[in-house]
């Protein structure tokens, strides 16, 4: 079982759809979660952090539930541009120091059409 | 302030010859983090480094890789005798760690490796 697990898609959805992507991990150990966005496999970029009490940016909303391990993204009112691949990641903890070692799940690919 | 830089941004090697792959963190980050992308896969960790000091290899595999980052100039990969399915995208990032959790790494645009 990978440590974390996407649904590869592909999402295909209309302008101004809302779409959510959801993330599981198995490490109950993981202090730290994020979702990152890539384009064309090119680099990674950090769209946003995601902490419990939920958070917002913009279009964005991202959910961490720890009891069920599992991290969500929403995007509301999507635009062609968000048109990517969305990556969930967490990090691995060894002991109770933190490496700093970033898991990442394969990817979720969202296409906006018009 | 210039982002992570790494190059060559391709590199195109035979199989037997060697492979450098260099990365150069942004400004004031110490912690520099390897990670390489198969294709048609997600990345993965190979390497967290500071400077002169390995502090992670966990994910490199245990042969013909190696990395360092001395203590003047770039963090260095260095993957010997190349294999096809050494190529990959290899991606460098970097982070300032002022505290005892996960900051935020910065991701350079990647080495593509060719083997032929």
């Known amino acids: 079982r990978k440590e974390v697990e996407q649904d590869p898609g592909p999402f295909n959805v209309p302008e101004g759809a809302t779409v959510a992507f959801n993330c599981t991990y198995s490490n109950s150990a993981s202090q730290s979660f994020f979702w990152y966005r890539q384009d064309c496999r090119k680099e990674p970029k950090l769209l946003m952090s995601?902490?419990?009490s939920g958070n917002e940016d913009g279009r964005f909303t991202a959910q961490l539930n720890r009891a069920s391990q599992y991290i969500s993204l929403l995007i509301r009112d999507s635009k062609l541009s968000d048109s990517a691949t969305y990556l969930c990641?967490?990090?691995?903890?060894?002991?109770?120091?933190?490496?700093?070692?970033?898991?990442f799940g394969q990817g979720t690919t969202l296409q906006v059409k018009p | 302030n210039a982002g992570v830089m790494q190059n060559p941004r391709h590199l195109v090697r035979r199989r037997g010859q060697e492979a450098r792959l260099r990365c150069s963190p942004m400004k004031g980050h110490s912690h520099v983090y390897w990670y390489r992308q198969l294709p048609e896969e997600g990345l993965k960790f190979m390497v967290y480094?500071?400077?002169?000091?390995?502090?992670?290899e966990s994910g490199m595999p245990k042969e013909r890789f190696s990395a360092e980052f001395p203590k003047e100039g770039p963090s260095i990969l260095r993957i010997q005798q190349v294999v096809r399915g050494d190529s990959a995208a290899y991606f460098c990032?970097?982070?300032?760690?002022?505290?005892?959790?996960?900051?935020?790494?910065?991701f350079g645009p990647g080495t593509r490796l060719t083997v032929l």
């Open positions: 990641v967490v990090n691995r903890l060894v002991g109770s120091s933190n490496t700093g070692k970033l898991i």
């Open positions: 995601v902490y419990s």
């Open positions: 480094l500071q400077k002169e000091n390995i502090i992670d």
């Open positions: 990032a970097s982070s300032i760690r002022t505290s005892g959790f996960t900051d935020t790494q910065y």
